[in-house]
């Protein structure tokens, strides 16, 4: 969801104004998603390299995070979608880990959409994570480590239970994965827009599944 930064200093506002726009994206492509046929939506909303930022920036990033937790939650489970998190998010501070914890419990039996959040994920944190656990499996003998193959390796992953991504969009022209479901996004379609993401919304969304539509997936097959 990149150009919360940019929308903010094309109009001189201080930067947390962009990310708060951002969160109004957020709302709007949300509600429009399971109207487009939309099943799993991920949304990158704080990766582990986010840290770097300035102090300020992140206490603001993470405040607008309980901020949105705690006033669309109920919407969210009205509208039937199941808010569900990926990454090293258990250790972010203790409140915040409680109010996700009771987040996904309230949206668990939720079948309309499922709204995954990626909070504090790397790509390269989830693939490590992944060989730990296979490793363990191996040293605890559950495991031949000749048996290790590409499902073995994508069941340990923290998107398990969800399908590989058909879409992968980049907003504000961006064409780099940015350490982004690096595994998952193997035949993913890529699709990137000049649009900033505060100024996303349920059209363009439309706009990137019509895209989508006309691309022709082989899967290296031909």
């Known amino acids: 969801m990149d150009g ?9 506002l201080p930067r947390i104004a962009g990310h708060r726009a951002g969160v109004e994206a957020v709302r709007r492509v949300v509600e429009a ?58 250790a972010l501070q203790p409140d915040l880990v409680a109010l996700l914890e009771d987040a996904r419990a309230l949206t668990a039996g939720n079948d309309r959409l499922t709204l995954v959040m990626a909070l504090n994920y790397g790509g390269h944190d989830e693939l490590a994570r992944a060989a730990r656990a296979l490793a ?33 969009l980049r907003t504000s022209g961006e064409m780099r994965l940015s350490n982004f479901l690096l595994w998952q996004s193997a035949y993913a379609e890529f699709v990137v827009t000049e649009t900033l993401w505060p ?24």
């Open 33 to 90: 998603a399971p109207g487009l046929g939309i099943e799993v939506l991920t949304l990158y909303a704080f990766s582990s390299e986010n840290w770097k930022r300035p102090a300020d920036e992140v206490s603001d990033l993470m405040g607008l995070l309980r901020h949105y937790v705690r006033s669309e939650v109920k919407d969210l489970h009205r509208n039937g979608v199941r808010l569900e998190f990926i990454g090293n998010w258990r």
């Open 136 to 168: 363990a499996d191996v040293a605890a003998g559950r495991l031949e480590a000749s048996s290790i193959d590409a499902s073995a390796v994508a069941a340990r992953l923290d998107t398990a239970e969800w399908p590989a991504p058909d879409v992968v």
């Open 199 to 222: 100024d996303f919304d349920a059209a363009a969304l439309a706009s990137v599944l019509a895209e989508f539509a006309t691309r022709e997936r082989r899967f290296g097959g031909r």
């Open 4 to 12: 919360n930064g940019r929308w903010a200093k094309q109009r001189r």
